[in-house]
T-cell receptor
């Protein structure tokens, strides 16, 4: 069974700092990996999706990388802002299958 | 305005009662999912459906039931057999083919509390 781990569980940084969130998974036979953002009491919003054949994806201040062989992905957030404060979750989809396995998330607080 | 709607936002259940959570999408997506989220834990899959009239159990299906009679609707029933149903329930959908088929879109969630 796929195990997805996110470290750290919580992170607090001053505004303007660049930061990296980590996601690791045990089974490297993945179809893709997706990063989500969740605000308190809300649903998830997709940020970036990386196919297994890709190494990274970028959207604005966000950059996600994937190293399938080592079972790791990172989400890089540049020039953090208070509005970035949320929980960030990663999820992987295995080959074969239509199930997605989620990490426990990293709770980010950006201090003004 | 396209998206996924879940209702109600808050739901209270008495011991021994069955309750049904609604999930509707107007995105014309084929696949739909139900997840449960507990504090400090990631999302865990309850059921998913790839097409109408077909659904598969996820990792924690015991005490839950679903139906998929229409493409846009995937209701979840929490039965009295579910011993610890207090949680945040999230519904998601995904287009099963073509460009952007892998991205999951989530509803706003239903918070269920057992009294």
């Amino acid at each position: 069974k796929q195990e997805v781990t996110q470290i750290p569980a919580a992170l607090s940084v001053p505004e303007g700092e660049n930061l990296v969130l980590n996601c690791s998974f045990t089974d490297s036979a993945i179809y893709n990996l997706q990063w989500f953002r969740q605000d308190p009491g809300k649903g998830l919003t997709s940020l970036l999706l990386i196919q297994s054949s890709q190494r990274e994806q970028t959207s604005g201040r966000l950059n996600a990388s994937l190293d399938k062989s080592s079972g790791r992905s990172t989400l890089y957030i540049a020039a953090s802002q208070p509005g970035d404060s949320a929980t960030y979750l990663c999820a992987v989809r295995l080959i074969p299958g239509n199930q997605f396995y989620f990490g426990t998330g990293t709770s980010l607080t950006v201090i003004p | 305005d396209g998206g996924i709607t879940q209702s109600p936002k808050y739901l209270f259940r008495k011991e021994g009662q069955n309750v049904t959570l609604s999930c509707e999408q107007n995105l014309n997506h084929d696949a739909m999912y139900w997840y449960r989220q507990d504090p400090g834990q990631g999302l865990r899959l309850i059921y998913y459906s790839q097409i109408v009239n077909d659904f598969q159990k996820g990792d924690i299906a015991e005490g839950y039931s679903v139906s998929r009679e229409k493409k846009e609707s995937f209701p979840l029933t929490v039965t009295s057999a579910q011993k610890n149903p207090t949680a945040f329930y999230l519904c998601a959908s995904r287009r099963d083919a073509g460009t952007g088929a892998d991205t999951q879109y989530f509803g706003p969630g239903t918070r269920l509390t057992v009294l």
